[in-house]
């Protein structure tokens, strides 16, 4: 049977059920008149509430980097594993690079050639035994040497990888053997001591957000439910998507994770009229959603459609309006057409 019809089924039965207790409200179901129940009541008014607006977002580490390899060359050892916590200075990488090591060999062997060349010169010429021309000739092919020198240090630094900040290994793209090329990602490597909410924003709403606001984050997956602190937000939106992306500061959770998923509350727009009643005066019959309204002390039965729940108040979407009276509590027990009278 269809969600439809199954619903049409449930909604007739109940009408039928409905006139049914209608006519036992005035004649019983042996012909006497149904006994007074006893409700407490309430009268709902319209009120103005805001309107709230959720975008996604991400859970994401404010420091994180992604580790790539900036010379070609197979992975000579890679002593890290994913999850692992690494301090500041740790090697994660080596790569194997013979050719950097005998170029690092040959320059270190020229420059103290040139050295040795350029010094014998000096003490030739206060002696006077050489000329101006060729002691400066001599000190600039030693340091043209000493640069050469410096750049071959410099790849050589380049084949260990170490860690530019102490975190965690949250991606592990290669391993030892594997051949590193320049640019190859290797490792992602993350803060989580500090976290953040990454979300898109509609550009009209961008306007509305300023750093240093405080905007509420729900992360289902953790039960986590705090506000945070703007602390980076786009001065320019997507030409596509029409947004702008902020970055919201959070408190860490134990059970905050990156990649989590995030709902962001954004600024509402007043004006909007709506109704709110105690849960307590919603029951539920299957998927519908009724309530007991009150009128010249008989309680008729009304079906609604619930919206927000918040703070012990739900919303009445359809079915209820101002200055009715709802019986918010005994009404589990009553029929339609029943007769009430108010307690305190």
Known sequence: MSHKLLSSTLLLSLLLGTAGCKDSAQHGGGGQPLPTAEVRLITVADQTAQQQNEVAGA???????????????????????????????????????????ARLSQAETQLAQAQRNFEREKRLLEKDASTRETVKSLEEAYRVAEAGAHEARAMRDYTQITAPFAGIISQKMANAGDLATPGMPLLVLENTEQLQVVAAIPEGLALKIKKGDTLAVNVPAAEFSKTGTVAEISPAADTISRTAQIKIR????????????ARVGLPGTAGVNTVLVPEAALLRFGQMERIFVTQNGIAHLRLVRSGE????????????????????????????????????
């Open 59 to 101: 859970v994401e580490s404010v420091q994180r980097a992604t580790i790539a390899a900036k010379i070609a060359g197979p992975i000579e050892e890679m002593p890290v594993s994913l999850g692992l916590v690494v301090k500041k200075g740790v090697l994660l990488a080596k790569i194997s690079a013979g050719e950097i090591t």
């Open 250 to 261: 959070i408190d860490n959770g134990s059970t905050l994770r990156p990649g989590q998923y």
């Open 309 to 344: 729940h918040r703070d012990g108040q739900v919303e009445i979407l359809a079915g209820l309006n101002g200055g009715e009276q709802v019986v918010v509590q005994g009404g589990e027990r009553l029929v339609d057409g029943q007769p009430v009278r108010s307690v305190q």
